[in-house]
């Protein structure tokens, strides 16, 4: 049904609606009550909240201020707006939790700009396509809030798991452009001396500090165990209005069309989370996840096996369905395959949204080249080609994550270890 067009949470509820009515293993009166039940969750009201963050941080500016200091920072280097661009996705995606979003915003910022500074087009779409994936893999990130509400884990701790790996595929995808860049030559940063590198740098910190009271406040909340995910969304929200009030760039007449835009992202998720729940107590009740373990152990045993063929599976998953619809459909399904072989269901987590995250930047599907293509009118294709690296260099970290679970357990309680 997704291969015919028909939209992701119509295809879930035929799905559902179809399984129960077939094998009669649960009546079909629980399916409202089922329906109710899959949203009617505290941790999801954070997804609207983190989406409005990201909304009102780019209608008042401060996305602005975070190019400007990103570029500050990185103005030593050859590639030296390159890397800022890659820097200033990783600070977008610490507030938004949204590739999409962050996609769009630095698009809109840097791509020009790119071209400008020597880089091909379509490598430029693709430099942004690719730093904007973080929006899913650096927390605060609706995925992780919606991979906890589905097979129960805290979206608090899966938040504490992922700052390394997703500060890894930053890092990834930095080291990436700079050694494309030193390759072919498309940028030559001038160099500046120390001195004037911390002056520039200082003053660009004086002019838009302000900027960054909101990841701090998200960030100290959340890791500081004071604020649940939902209430740092709601500070977020609170914190970006005031200062778009305070500095002047924003008016009440910006709100509409602010809560409109937040609500038809939202309304895109919301049925899909609601209709996973009967689906997945269809085939739980049949035995589907279990089938599944059976299925794939049955090739291979080995520990190692089992990962390296759920990685394929969630490659190619991510090629072709968005991340919300492959969370609520594989998830259920892998996580009785990670438990067999031992993984850690926190290591489980941060490796399966990673993994997914490659399919942003990876055809058919690619959502964020879907994005920095309707910006720019450039070819999906050509674009993609121009991500291979930055895919290679995610799925470096994938292999890290899969097979070191230190990665993402340094930072919790022992408990988690």
């Known amino acids: 049904m997704i291969a015919l067009g028909v939209p992701v949470w119509a295809a879930i509820g035929v799905t559902s609606i179809a399984l129960l009515w077939w094998s009669g293993i649960l009546p079909m009166t629980l399916l409202g009550g089922s329906l109710f039940e899959g949203i009617d969750a505290f941790a999801l009201t954070a997804v609207p909240l983190f989406i409005l963050t990201g909304d009102v941080l780019v209608r008042t500016g401060l996305s602005r201020k975070f ?3 990103a570029e500050a920072l990185t103005n030593w280097t050859k590639s030296g707006f390159g890397s800022a661009t890659v820097l200033v996705c990783g600070m977008f995606s610490a507030i938004s939790g949204s590739d999409a979003a962050g996609a769009a915003a630095v698009g809109r910022m840097t791509i020009n700009r790119l071209v400008e500074s020597g880089y091909p087009k379509p490598y430029a779409c693709a430099l942004v396509a690719a730093g904007a ?8 990130s609706i995925a992780y809030i919606i991979i906890g509400l589905v097979l129960g884990i805290s979206a608090s701790t899966l938040f504490q798991a992922a700052l390394i790996p997703g500060l890894m595929i930053l890092a990834g995808i930095f080291v990436t452009n700079s050694l494309i860049n030193r390759k072919y030559a498309y940028e030559q ?7 004037e590198w911390t002056a520039n740098l200082l003053g660009t910190l004086k002019r838009g500090w302000y900027a960054f009271i909101v990841p701090a406040v998200i960030f100290t909340g959340i890791f500081s165990g004071s604020l649940t995910p939902t209430e740092a969304g709601a500070t977020a929200v609170v ?3 005031i200062i778009g009030f305070v500095i002047g760039t924003l008016k009440l007449s910006d709100f509409p069309a602010m809560l409109v835009s937040s609500a038809k992202v939202n309304g895109v998720i919301l049925p899909i989370i609601a209709f996973s729940l009967p689906l997945a107590q269809a085939l739980a009740t049949m035995g589907v996840p279990q089938g599944f373990v059976g ?8 520990p190692w ?13 991510g090629c072709v369905m968005e991340t919300t619809p492959n969370i609520v459909i594989l998830a259920p399904l892998l996580k009785p395959l990670a438990d067999e072989i031992g993984m850690n269901e926190i290591q489980f987590c941060i490796m399966m949204i990673t993994t997914l995250g490659v399919g942003f930047i990876t055809p058919p599907l690619g959502l964020n080249l879907f994005v920095v293509s309707g910006l720019t009118g450039e070819s999906i294709l050509k674009i993609a080609r121009r991500a291979v690296p930055f895919v290679l260099s995610m799925l470096a970290v994938v292999m890290l994550i899969a097979f070191v679970p230190e990665t993402t357990t340094l930072l919790l309680p022992d408990i988690y270890k």
Do not use: H, K, R
């Open 67 to 69: 190019m400007d200091v």
């Open 133 to 140: 994936c973080t929006g899913i893999l650096i927390p605060p």
């Open 305 to 317: 096996a089992v990962i390296l063929m759920m990685i394929v599976i969630l490659v190619a998953a």
């Open 239 to 241: 914190v970006t209005i």
């Open 295 to 302: 299925l794939v152990t049955g090739i291979s045993s080995e």
């Open 189 to 195: 940063g001038v160099a500046i001396g120390f001195g």
